[in-house]
Nanobody
Framework: QVQLVESGGGLVQAGGSLRLSCAASGRSLSRYAMSWFRQAPGKEREFVAGIWWSGGSTEYADSVKGRFTISRDAAKNTTYLQMNSLKSEETAVYYC???????????????WGQGTQVTVSS
């Protein structure tokens, strides 16, 4: 059974940067994709970015294109989300998820991390 553990959240001022990490264990990731979602209080969980483990192709939500970068380190079984030029409205709990593709809805994903809080102060 795969386990996902996020880290790297915290408090940052608007315009600042953070890098989130998601370490996976318990399963080969070669046939899967890893994605990041976020959920703000009172809102639905929304897709942020995704990456195919094999090949590394990526997808991004329109709202983060040009500011966020998703990447993976196969040797460490870890996915990263580099977030630049953060906005206060991006305050949320950020989750990584493992699934059969970079789907933009949460349903198809098989496993989720516990989430890491990102707070962007204005």
């Amino acid at each position: 059974q795969v386990q996902l553990v996020e880290s790297g959240g915290g408090l940052v001022q608007a315009g600042g940067s953070l890098r989130l990490s998601c370490a996976a264990s318990g399963r080969s990731l070669s046939r899967y994709a890893m994605s990041w979602f976020r959920q703000a209080p009172g809102k639905e969980r929304e897709f942020v970015a995704g990456i195919w483990w094999s090949g590394g192709s990526t997808e991004y939500a329109d709202s983060v294109k040009g500011r966020f970068t998703i990447s993976r380190d196969a040797a460490k079984n870890t996915t990263y989300l580099q977030m630049n030029s953060l906005k206060s409205e991006e305050t949320a709990v950020y989750y990584c998820a493992l699934g059969p593709g970079t789907f933009r809805s949460p349903g198809p994903y098989n496993a989720w991390g516990q989430g890491t809080q990102v707070t962007v102060s204005s």
